[in-house]
């Protein structure tokens, strides 16, 4: 059975730096047809992609949040991780990492997601 | 970026009727258009991808068609279930990006 689960802080505070785990299983990180997406949603509002990595490490992020945004993978452990950079209020959301398969571009395998909340 | 824009972003239905939803990518992206279904607090479903391809288990009265530019996801017949929001996602280049999402309601 295929599975991600999301794990990280609940809260953080503005100008802080959020750190989220992707752990899957049922699946490897190594292999070629596969790639796993983070995406978010603000409470009441639509999906936002975020970034992606492949399996050879090739990476690509959202033109809008490139420069706060940093993903990487951990093969051995079936780990992704996201890093974001100066969270703000805007940037509470639930944030999802999904399994991208490369035949069809589309994300087949959903994370449950995870609330993480910007306040002071 | 290539914008997606999905309308009607609500529409009300009754069970039974035949539903459709648009989305409109701002530049063509060939056939890789998927379509998905969200619950409340809820991941979303992948229902649709490369525009036409039912995803196994999805039922069949879901159908997706287009390509270019222009894509429709068709209900052909609303059951209870159904009542939800509904989303695109165009794929090109490395980069992805949603339509706003169209929320199915009980007329």
């Known amino acids: 059975q295929v599975t991600l689960k999301e794990s990280g802080p609940v809260l953080v505070k503005p100008t802080e730096t959020l750190t989220l785990t992707c752990t899957v299983s049922?699946?490897?990180?190594?292999?070629?047809?596969?790639?796993v997406s983070w995406i978010r949603q603000p409470p009441g509002k639509a999906l936002e992609w975020l970034a992606h990595?492949?399996?050879?490490?090739?990476?690509s992020y959202s033109t809008s949040l490139k420069s706060r945004l940093t993903i990487s993978k951990d093969t051995s452990k079936s780990q992704v991780v996201l890093t974001m950079t100066n969270m703000d209020p805007v940037d509470t959301a639930t944030y999802y990492c999904?399994?991208?398969?490369?035949?069809?571009?589309?994300?087949?395998?959903w994370g449950q997601g995870t609330m993480v909340t910007v306040s002071s | 970026d290539i914008q997606m824009t999905q309308s009607p972003s609500t529409l009300s239905a009754s069970v039974g009727d035949r539903v459709t939803i648009t989305c409109r990518a701002s530049q063509s992206i060939s056939s890789w258009l998927a379509w998905y279904q969200q619950k409340p607090g809820k991941a979303p479903k992948l229902l649709i991808y490369?525009?036409?391809s039912l995803e196994s288990g999805v039922p069949s009265r879901f159908s997706g068609s287009g390509s270019g530019t222009e894509f429709t996801l068709t209900i052909s017949s609303l059951q209870p279930d159904d009542f939800a929001t509904y989303y695109c996602?165009?794929?090109?280049?490395?980069?992805?990006?949603f339509g706003g999402g169209t929320k199915v309601e009980i007329k």
């Open positions: 990595i492949f399996s050879n490490d090739e990476k």
């Open positions: 049922g699946f490897s990180l190594s292999n070629a047809r596969m790639g």
């Open positions: 996602q165009q794929y090109n280049s490395y980069s992805l990006t």
């Open positions: 999904a399994r991208i398969n490369w035949g069809s571009r589309a994300f087949d395998i």
């Open positions: 490369k525009a036409s």
